[in-house]
């Protein structure tokens, strides 16, 4: 059974960073694709940012490109996000998911697993 923790959430002024950590423990270590999704009040939860355990696939959302980078220590077994020049759109509770197939998804169904979720609040 794969168990997933989030850290790292907190209060940023715009334009600042945080790092997300995500603690995977569990039988299927090393397989399948880490997911980053958020969501906000009243709102559906949208995919942020994955990556395959390999690294071999990466995909991010429009809005984060070039702002958030996902990365994963293997022998740490720790998914990071790197979230830099934070809006207050991205506001939300961040979660941490795996699914089995390594193959990026964007959709939350998709996954099999998830984390508590941290919260991330920006001021303007």
């Known amino acids: 059974q794969v168990q997933l923790v989030e850290s790292g959430g907190g209060l940023v002024q715009a334009g600042g960073s945080l790092r997300l950590s995500c603690r995977v423990s569990?039988?299927?270590?090393?397989?399948?694709?880490m997911g980053w999704f958020h969501q906000a009040p009243g709102n559906d939860r949208e995919f942020v940012a994955g990556?395959?355990?390999?690294?071999?696939?990466?995909s991010y959302a429009e809005s984060v490109k070039g702002r958030f980078t996902i990365s994963v220590d293997t022998a740490k077994n720790n998914v990071y996000l790197q979230m830099n020049s934070l809006k207050p759109e991205d506001t939300a509770v961040y979660y941490c998911?795996?699914?089995?197939?390594?193959?990026?998804?964007?959709?939350?169904?998709?996954?099999?697993?998830w984390g508590q979720g941290t919260q991330v609040t920006v001021s303007a």
């Open positions: 998911a795996w699914r089995k197939i390594y193959w990026p998804s964007v959709r939350p169904n998709d996954y099999y697993t």
């Open positions: 569990g039988r299927t270590l090393g397989s399948g694709y």
């Open positions: 990556m395959s355990w390999s690294g071999d696939y990466t």
